[in-house]
């Protein structure tokens, strides 16, 4: 059975970091891994994604030079580092991985970012 479970959210003061992990079970091979947040009232969207080899990356961006995407390829785990957060980047944050034939998402971990 594919599990795909999020971690490392919570609630953090503006200029803070914080650092969301995803792991996936019960899949062979994964292909590209990635990190979605939606915002309360509005639509899910793309943050971050890697390559299966963990090399090729893109970001959206609202957060390129502050949030930084890896992967640990032999353990099917992405990781996000959010750093100078700021407060429009409360959501809560989507895990997506694609294994084929199809993509799988997280539960999602909330982040927070108030003073």
């Known amino acids: 059975q594919v599990q795909v479970v999020e971690s490392g959210g919570g609630l953090v003061q503006p200029g803070g970091s914080l650092r969301l992990s995803c792991k996936a079970s019960?899949?062979?091979?994964?292909?590209?891994m990635s990190w979605y947040r939606q915002a309360p009232g509005k639509q899910r969207e793309l943050v971050a994604e890697?390559?299966?080899?963990?090399?090729?990356?893109d970001y959206a961006n609202s957060v390129k030079g502050r949030f930084t995407i890896s992967r640990d390829v032999g353990k099917n785990t992405v990781y996000l580092e959010m750093t100078n957060l700021k407060p429009e980047n409360t959501a809560v944050y989507y895990c997506?991985?694609?294994?084929?034939?199809?993509?799988?998402w997280g539960q999602g971990t909330e982040v927070t970012v108030t003073s």
């Open positions: 890697v390559g299966s080899g963990g090399d090729m990356k």
């Open positions: 019960g899949i062979n091979t994964v292909n590209k």
């Open positions: 997506n991985l694609f294994a084929r034939p199809q993509p799988y």
